[in-house]
């Protein structure tokens, strides 16, 4: 018992605990740190030593433990909370970006349940197009919502619903792929992760090997296309002075992300978001190319800042 | 084997801690080190330490109160009283430790006796 404790001084004693004791509530952390001082002087008052004291204290994490266990575990529920409805609502949105694609777009999902409505060649097409459209629009923003209403559930309801929810989106990417099944993609994504937080017991703090895992894979993502742009523009294409500022962007991005900075996390999601609401509002050939991009960057993004430990708070703990 | 009497140990302190501490400020108030010195000296806990944190939940439910004092050494202590609340759930907790223990005797005077 005694060996955990003596390498340190009584003062560096505190500094630890002070240092563990730095996410609870101020006063509770002070008011436990001048108990512990007050134990400490009384001891040496009775004429017990340092060493005697402190062993008998026990380690400074087993003295901060207690306290963390109680208040880490509201922290971590609200950011649980804050994060299902951040998602619920980037659904929400997606939903409305998808079913304005819908709409516009022809051989979709539109069609296979309204049929190919619009004769061809007929002046009057526009019409039923835009008669039509508004009732489509409010269908598929439906989907949306389904998704976006796991994130106001609570409990064994969010966790069942959310899996229906994301097994919906899922069928619906899969059963449409080859046409408008892409532009659910990201409803889908937004659904899993729903279900991720669902999933989550408030107990699970660690999340750390996943967050990892997610910044090696989203900076590889982000990279690619940078790192092969860069090579092309050695040999084939024309070099200018766009190309190096997209190329110095994207770098700074994907390295960002690695080293996990807020700023370049921001950028990310950012980027991704515009790419989306871009590739709706201006529709061209490339839109299901901006779309996933859009996608990837996006989520990535969001993911990071939703999850990753801020730089500075990480290692405060261990 | 030391070992895993400690462990068993150790898991039934965490239950009845609480209430040792409030039966001993029932005897009369303390302050940390005197509660800390005690428990201790009684094998009920382990670290002397995570009896602070308790102490400040038990103060935030109510079971305990806190107060400044002069001790006899002329510096300022903060001494620890039990409450009106803290005294009723030392009640009720001897009424689930008699009934507990006496079982748990029984049970084991039964496992003694097909042992020999």
């Known amino acids: ?318 | 084997m030391s070992d895993q009497r400690e462990k068993i140990a150790t898991n039934i302190r965490k239950g009845v801690l609480e209430y040792c501490v409030l039966a001993s400020l029932a005897s009369g108030d303390k302050y940390g080190l005197e509660l800390a010195e005690e428990l201790t000296a009684r094998k009920l806990t382990a670290g002397e330490g995570s009896l602070y944190p308790l102490l400040a939940r038990m103060k935030a439910t109510g079971l305990v109160e806190t107060y400044w004092e002069e001790g006899a050494s002329g510096r300022k202590r903060k001494y620890y009283t039990i409450t009106e609340h803290g005294h009723l759930m030392v009640g009720e907790f001897r009424g689930v430790w008699e009934a507990i223990s006496m079982q748990v005797t029984d049970l084991l005077g039964e496992q003694h006796g097909i042992d020999s």
């Open chain 1, 1 to 318: 018992m005694a060996s955990t404790a003596e390498q340190y001084s009584a003062e560096a004693y505190l500094r630890e605990l002070g240092k563990l004791l730095r996410g609870a509530p101020r006063d509770m952390g002070v008011e436990l740190l001048e108990d512990v001082a007050q134990h400490i002087e009384d001891g040496r008052a009775l004429g017990r030593d340092d060493d005697q004291i402190l062993a008998a204290l026990g380690s400074p994490e087993a003295v901060a433990a207690p306290l963390m266990a109680e208040y880490a575990a509201p922290q971590e529920r609200a950011i649980l909370r804050r994060n299902s409805l951040v998602l619920g609502a980037v659904a929400l949105v997606l939903g409305v970006l998808v079913s304005i694609i819908d709409t516009t777009l022809a051989d979709t999902l539109g069609d296979l349940i309204f049929g190919a409505s619009v004769p061809e060649g007929e002046g009057s097409s526009y019409d039923s197009i835009y008669e039509q459209g508004a009732l489509q629009l409010l269908i598929f923003a439906i989907f949306g919502l389904g998704v976006a209403a796991t994130a106001v559930m609570k409990g064994k309801a969010a966790r069942i619903y959310g899996y229906a929810a994301a097994l919906c989106m899922t069928a619906l990417v899969a059963g449409l792929i080859t046409s408008s099944g892409i532009f659910y993609i990201p409803s889908m994504v937004a659904a899993w992760m729903l279900v991720g937080i669902n999933g989550r017991s408030s107990k699970s703090v660690n999340r750390e090997p996943r967050s990892k895992l997610i910044r090696i894979i989203g900076g590889t993502a982000l990279l690619l296309p940078v790192v092969l742009l860069g090579a092309a523009s050695f040999t084939s294409i024309e070099p200018n002075v766009a190309l190096y500022a997209y190329l110095a962007l994207g770098l700074a991005g994907g390295i960002g992300f690695l080293s996990n900075s807020r700023i370049a996390l921001w950028a990310t999601c950012a980027n991704g978001a515009a790419l989306l609401a871009v590739s709706t509002v201006d529709q061209g050939l490339l839109l299901a190319a901006f779309w996933l991009a859009g996608t990837v960057y996006f989520f990535f993004g969001l993911y990071g800042l939703m999850w990753f430990t801020r730089r500075g708070t990480a290692g405060g703990q261990r």
